[in-house]
């Protein structure tokens, strides 16, 4: 039986730890900086190590939930100057694609193995264990590691070598930006023309203009829940991770550019920590309107 680890244990990290443990029958080892993260994951059932280095030592497949392209980097370094070599490392936050084929390259250097195996659905469905999961990497470590991922997920899909699952992620979060975008913009459209933001969502949602977006964004902003299932900041990485994709492909992102551009604005104002659905504030503030 494979010994099993998890790195970050916030808010993504915490559901899926508590799939882990509740499906694989195994003992699952985490660690976090926060203490109090790491109490809450013991008093789920998690077995907590008091440092990163004891977990690196202890186990065969290593999962990770981190936020940045540097704090993933500096992580994965040290995993590879402190486990064993033949140990499997599992990426599961939003990395930079070349981020990630980099140490790729490291890893098969040293003898680990590295799978790039980002998620979608946010606190929900990490919680719920029906997350979707794009992974890049060689297709036998990710068949290895497959029945656990589908412990945490609804699906777990191979998408190529390494860096393809983290630039499927990037195309998911540029549609996912796009759409909240629109969310905002409507709704604050329609609360300015003098309709009830409540019976617009219950008029829409079952016709085609439906997503889980709106489904799951909409009755946060109508009842000023900023509070984050998902963080602005994080999707705003993922929106740069797709900005850096694209000049290195010489190609334009007109869409994405926009969701930038109002994340951006949000992250001057302070308020880059909120949930996604607080992206509307930007069209509140252009339309002087409040969406409730």
Known sequence: MK??????????????????????????????????LRERFAARGGKVLDDAKTLYKTCDIIFMCLPTN??????????????????????????????IQELHAAAVEKGFYLLDSPVSGGETGANGGTLVIMCGGEKEVFDEVRPYLLM?????TYMGPSGCGSTAKVANNMMVGIHLCAMG??????????????????????????????????????????SASARIAVHLKDINNAMD????????????????EQMDWMDARGMIDEDQC???????DAMGVEIK
């Open 3 to 36: 010994t099993l680890g998890y790195l970050g244990l916030g808010v993504m990290g915490y559901g899926m730890t508590g799939n882990l443990i509740d499906k694989s029958g195994c003992d699952i080892y985490g660690y976090d900086p926060v203490p109090a």
């Open 70 to 99: 540097a704090i993933v980097k500096a992580t994965i370094t040290e995993i590879m100057e402190t486990a064993r070599p033949g140990t499997t490392i599992v990426d599961m936050g939003s990395t930079s694609p070349y981020v």
């Open 152 to 156: 945490m997920g609804k699906t777990a």
């Open 185 to 226: 913009e409507a709704f604050a459209f329609a609360k300015k023309a003098g309709l009830d933001p409540q019976t617009l969502f219950d008029a829409i949602k079952g016709g085609f203009a439906q997503s889980a977006v709106m489904d799951g964004k909409v009755p946060k902003l109508l009842s000023r829940d900023f």
């Open 245 to 260: 994709v694209a000049a290195h492909l010489g190609v334009e992102l007109p869409m994405t550019e926009i969701v930038k």
């Open 278 to 284: 607080a992206l509307a504030k930007y069209y509140e």
